[in-house]
Every structure is written in C-alpha cells, then in structure tokens.
C-alpha cells in the first residue's frame, strides 16, 4: 500500500517536483518549499506566478510578481537569472544546454547557457512559453495562436493561426506536433512538416493540466471527470480516433495529471485531493491517497518512478511512495 508523508502549508500550491531528488512545492504567495532533511521555506518573490524545472532536474525556475525570474537549485540557494521590469512574469519554460525563456506582456525572452539573452516581441500578449525537445526553437502561445522563433539564428519566425485565445504550449517529445491549451474547453495542435491542424474538444471545463508518456505516445490532461489521454503513435497523430478515459469518477473532475517516467502510467489529481495511479493498457488503478481539504493543483513523479510529489490549492501537499 503506498504511503503518504504529509506536508501542510498556507496557500495555493502551484508546482510540485523534485530538484536533485528534493521534494519541492512553489507557492503563489512567493516561498518554496524544501524536504530536503525536513522542512525548509526559501522565500522567491513577492508572489510566484509560474514555476518550472531544467531538463536535468538539477534547479527550480520562478517567475514573479515582481518582474524576476529566479533560480533555486538543489541546496536552495536561490539567484536571479532575468527580469522583465515591473511586469509580471506571465510564463517560464526550459530548454536544451540549460535554456531558459521568460515572458511578460507582448515580449520574450530567451536565455542561452552563457548569459547572452535574445528578445522576441509579439504583437499580443504572450500567456505560455515552451522550448521545443532539440534545436533552440521558442513557441508561444497568444490570442489567435502562437510562433514559433528561432533563439540562436535568425531564421524567420513561423506563425500558428488558429482563432481564439491560447493559454499554454507544448511540444510534442519528438518535436513533430506542437500543441495549446485554450480558454474555450478544448485544445488545439499543429503537425509541423504540413501545418495540419488537429482539434481536441469535448471538455466539460478548461484543461490545465496535461502530460506525455514517457515514450510521448500518448497526451494526458485535465479537464473531464477522467484523464482525457489523447493517442499521438501514428502518423496523424489523435486526429479521427477517440482518447482513453481513465480513471472516471462521475462526481468529481480531474484538476492534475502526470504520467510515470518509464511507463504507461498516470497519476491523476481530483477536484476532492484523491490522487490515482491508473494504466493505460487496462484502465486498472490503484488509489495514492484519498481525498484532501482541496483539489489537487500540482503532481509529478521523481526520476526513478517510485515517488509522487502532490501539492493542493489549499496548500496541503506532500509526497506518495508508491514501495509503501
């Protein structure tokens, strides 16, 4: 039976990971959390707006209220590594060779591993950032789409036309598809050798949360009363074939999800704090904790797949291990 140890905070818990194999939960009101031979807070920004992690687990990436992004790595000692004046930080993303992209209003920014940074400038608000898997190539999501940019070249940027407002982006993991979330229920995707559009609907609410599988064959979200996993194996990707449901409870929605780094495994966060591991060959689930004071708003597995980092919007997070 897996075991929960429980962490109990004040306030909305917007990210959970590890950083080198520590627990870590970002706070909106501005501190982060550490389990790292128990509990320590570092205090970030005025407010955290965004959090995200390098590709090689090794520092936690925030953005704030107060225009910084900072970064926290595994000891916790916290530096700033951007700013964006006095504009709140809108969305943070990483990269390959430790890049790093921020953006606030109608402007990006892209950090390269030596210090240099690159500006990129939209014509509307940027509200979501993504690195794609290989190449320094930028996507943003915005009102009517999203562009994709070149950071070390000055190729010229290509743009994604689709009517509507875009909140967040995402690259497939092997760089063929490129897909956004919506403020409508639903979302949208580009096949990017022919800019085929592909359009996933159907949510009773907003998809805020969504991860791939570990061999990225499958897209897992949010937004349904069962995680909504969308098959991306062949060519065209979920076009003309229906998403696995997993995990449906009639009463409650799903709030967060996070698929297992090796295998076909998902573990879903419910709008009650009740967290699932559920298979995707055969639907069978196993319960990781049951419910909570509020919905769960952030879950990621560690490397290794053993642990399940869970943080809530009323604050009370903490991890699961799954060896019981």
Same mark, same amino acid.
């Given at each position: 039976m897996p075991t929960v140890a429980p962490l109990d905070l004040d306030g909305y818990c917007l990210f959970a990971d590890f950083i080198d194999e520590t627990p870590v939960y970002a706070l909106a009101d501005g501190t982060v959390h550490r389990l790292d031979h128990g509990h320590q807070a570092v205090e970030m920004h005025d407010g955290i707006t965004c959090a995200t992690r390098t590709?090689? =687990? &090794?520092?936690?990436?925030?953005?704030?209220? #107060? $225009?910084? %992004?900072?970064?926290?790595?595994?000891?916790?000692?916290?530096a700033e590594i951007g700013t964006a004046g006095r504009k709140w930080i809108a969305a943070v993303a990483t990269g390959p060779n430790?890049?790093?992209?921020?953006?606030? =209003? &109608?402007?990006?920014?892209?950090?390269?591993? #030596? $210090?240099? %940074?690159?500006?990129?400038?939209e014509e509307r608000s940027i509200e979501g950032l993504a690195f794609a898997p290989k190449g320094l190539r930028l996507a943003t999501a915005r009102y009517n789409g999203g562009?994709?940019?070149?950071?070390a070249t000055s190729g010229k940027p290509v743009d994604l036309e689709w009517k509507g407002a875009h909140t967040s982006v995402m690259f497939s993991p092997d760089g063929k598809y490129v897909v956004t979330t919506m403020q409508e229920n639903a979302?949208?995707?580009?096949?990017?050798?022919?800019?085929?559009?592909?359009?996933?609907?159907?949510?009773?609410a907003k998809v805020k949360s969504w991860s791939w599988s570990a061999k990225g064959k499958w897209l897992a979200t949010s937004g349904a009363p069962a995680a909504i996993v969308w098959p991306f194996s062949g060519k065209d990707g979920p076009m003309g074939k229906a998403p696995l449901e997993l995990g449906t409870r009639?009463?409650?929605m799903v709030t967060a999800v996070a698929c297992?780094?090796?295998?076909?495994?998902?573990?879903?966060?419910?709008?009650?704090?009740?967290?699932?591991?559920?298979?995707?060959?055969?639907?069978?689930?196993?319960?990781?904790?049951?419910?909570?004071?509020?919905?769960?708003?952030?879950?990621a597995w560690d490397?290794?797949?053993?642990?399940?980092?869970?943080?809530?919007?009323?604050?009370?997070?903490?991890v699961i291990d799954i060896r019981g």
């Open positions: 590709l090689d =687990g &090794k520092a936690l990436i925030t953005g704030g209220e #107060d $225009g910084l %992004v900072r970064a926290l790595n595994g000891e916790g000692v916290a430790g890049a790093v992209a921020w953006a606030a =209003g &109608k402007t990006a920014w892209a950090r390269l591993n #030596d $210090g240099a %940074v690159k500006e990129f400038a562009t994709l940019h070149w950071v979302l949208h995707g580009w096949r990017l050798d022919d800019m085929k559009h592909m359009r996933m609907s159907g949510y009773p009639g009463d409650q297992h780094p090796q295998e076909d495994i998902v573990a879903v966060g419910y709008s009650d704090g009740m967290v699932l591991a559920v298979r995707f060959e055969d639907g069978k689930e196993v319960l990781l904790r049951r419910g909570g004071k509020g919905p769960v708003s952030a879950l490397k290794d797949g053993y642990r399940v980092a869970f943080g809530s919007e009323a604050g009370d997070c903490g």
